[in-house]
T-cell receptor
Framework: DVKVTQSSRYLVKRTGEKVFLECVQD?????MFWYRQDPGLGLRLIYF???????EKGDIPEGYSVSREKKERFSLILESASTNQTSMYLC??????????FGAGTRLSVL | DAKTTQPPSMDCAEGRAANLPCNHS???????VYWYRQIHSQGPQYIIH???NNETNEMASLIITEDRKSSTLILPHATLRDTAVYYC????????????FGTGTSLTVIP
């Protein structure tokens, strides 16, 4: 089975803190994605990566950056967390253009 | 990607078949129909996908009409653990990588 692992299920941070969300996949997938999910807004794509050291902006990249130094790991970085970044964050991976497999999600609260 | 329309909620008795409909009247010839589900506070889980033929796997069956303008996801013997939000997504595999999740159908399996 494909496994996408997100480092934390729940995270509480303070405004202005730098936050790292880590995601690891074990299926040698080229593509990895970060989404956020908010009530009434569905899933929105923040960033994605189709290869090591490559990244592309999604629909809502402002306030976020990403890092992909190894194929299996894709990190989402909040440089200076704000309260409007309180959300559920979901990581996914896929092989080429095919099915995306999601992690369990990280529920981030910024106080 | 083509827009999809799903009923906001449905109930199903435990042990019965759950039939979840999806309309996608503007679907293009190269677009697949994907189904995901999301159990509360977890990441979306891939269920099944198809292009024009009916598909079956260990989780569900997917019935696509001949004109491809609608489809039905069938859970043959619903259990309480099938209570979730079910998303129907139409997407071409050569587009810009992301899945657009709408609001889905909230399925409640009743004991």
């Amino acid at each position: 089975d494909v496994k996408v692992t997100q480092s934390s299920r729940y995270l509480v941070k303070r405004t202005g803190e730098k936050v790292f969300l880590e995601c690891v996949q074990d299926m040698d997938h080229e593509n990895m994605f970060w989404y956020r999910q908010d009530p009434g807004l569905g899933l929105r794509l923040i960033y994605f990566s189709y290869d090591v050291k490559m990244k592309e902006k999604g629909d809502i990249p402002e306030g976020y950056s990403v890092s992909r130094e190894k194929k299996e790991r894709f990190s989402l970085i909040l440089e200076s967390a704000s309260t409007n970044q309180t959300s559920m964050y979901l990581c996914a991976s896929s092989f080429k253009e095919n099915i995306q497999y999601f992690g369990a999600g990280t529920r981030l609260s910024v106080l | 990607d083509a827009k999809t329309t799903q009923p906001p909620s449905m109930d199903c008795a435990e042990g019965r078949a759950a039939n979840l409909p999806c309309n996608h009247s503007t679907i293009s010839g190269n677009e697949y129909v994907y189904w995901y589900r999301q159990i509360h506070s977890q990441g979306p889980q891939y269920i099944i996908h198809g292009l024009k033929n009916n598909e079956t796997n260990e989780m569900a069956s997917l019935i696509i009409t001949e004109d491809r303008k609608s489809s039905t996801l069938i859970l043959p013997h619903a259990t309480l653990r099938d209570t979730a939000v079910y998303y129907c997504i139409v997407r071409a595999t050569n587009t810009g990588n992301q899945f657009y999740f709408g609001t889905g159908t909230s399925l409640t399996v009743i004991p």
